[in-house]
């Protein structure tokens, strides 16, 4: 069992610190907190089990299909189109 700070396992896993402090508070991510240098120090504690399901909630945020910019081109140019027809409707009163 290895403890990691906050900070230190947002960077391990790539995620923000808000994050990390959401999953500790609602009890996804256990912890233990230790008074060092009159500071009160979270530290997370990682299991291998626990690892494995982290992994997979962050890998389904990163596994969508592959970007293309030229689709994304290609839907926005549709879109801008359907907006000139609207604008044009609109002023014409129709």
């Given at each position: 069992?290895?403890?990691?700070t906050?900070?230190?396992?947002a960077?391990?896993?790539?995620?923000?610190?808000f994050?990390?402090?959401?999953?500790?508070?609602?009890?996804?991510?256990?912890?233990e907190?230790?008074?060092?240098?009159?500071?009160?120090t979270?530290?997370?504690?990682?299991?291998?089990?626990?690892?494995?399901?982290?992994?997979?909630?962050?890998?389904?945020?990163?596994?969508k299909?592959?970007?293309?910019?030229?689709?994304?081109?290609?839907?926005?140019?549709k879109?801008?189109?359907?907006?000139?027809?609207?604008?044009?409707?609109?002023k014409?009163?129709?």
């Open positions: 069992m290895e403890k990691l906050i900070k230190a396992y960077v391990r896993h790539k995620l923000s610190i994050n990390v402090v959401k999953m500790t508070q609602s009890g996804q991510l256990p912890t907190t230790v008074v060092e240098d009159e500071k009160e979270v530290y997370v504690l990682v299991h291998e089990d626990l690892e494995h399901e982290v992994k997979k909630s962050t890998m389904k945020a990163g596994s299909a592959p970007y293309s910019l030229r689709k994304e081109n290609e839907q926005l140019k879109e801008i189109e359907t907006l000139k027809e609207e604008i044009a409707r609109l014409n009163g129709v």
